[in-house]
């Protein structure tokens, strides 16, 4: 699903990634774990095409990310991508509905299909009855799962999740973890996730550890 063949990221003298080699299969559930520094979020925006390695060469589900231009990249972004990040960014005056609509309007699709697939998901994820609810109205975990919503709605290739639960009690962030493994078994999701969460990392089908710019 998706490969990244040595990539490296620095700024000024500052050299964030040295050379990171990775590949992540179809389906597959894998952690980025390491300690505060280590270039993991940097790696994960690259990877999602949030930003540019200065070197290295990428590809998801087939497609070299190297040979697209900025407006190529956001296109194939917003079709095959999906982002969940620690902190939701729900925009406040739109309903749960239309927040997990908004990529696929985004993306030029119909509404009343945007519309059906949208309730689908918030039905999936438990939130049936909050579907015209506003995020003021919602708690912390139904808001995030409304992003999860989201970042699922245009049925992306892979979706990246930075520090998904970091936000979240306990009680919430165990939710939060078993819905990817149930999203996973449903809909064969495949999801990469930077978490300093041990009970989310140990879940997952592989561990990658990060240290000092590279996967050791």
Known sequence: MLTATNIHKYYGQLWVLKGVDLTINQGEIASIVGPSGSGKSTLLHILGTLDHPNQGEMAIN???????NDKQVAAFRNRHIGFVFQFHHLLPEFTALENVCIPGWIAGRRKKEVAERAVTLLQTLGLGERVNNKPNALSGGEQQRVAVA???INSP??????E???NLDSANARELH??????????????????????????SDRIL????????
Request: net charge neutral.
């Open 62 to 68: 087939g497609q070299r990310i190297n040979y697209l």
């Open 150 to 152: 989201r970042a699922l």
């Open 157 to 162: 290739d892979i979706v990246f999740a930075d």
């Open 164 to 166: 998904p639960t970091g």
């Open 178 to 203: 078993q819905l990817f493994f149930d999203l996973r078994k449903q809909f064969n999701q495949t999801f990469l996730i930077v978490t300093h969460n041990e009970e989310l990392a140990q879940m």
């Open 209 to 216: 550890h990060m240290k000092d710019g590279k996967i050791t």
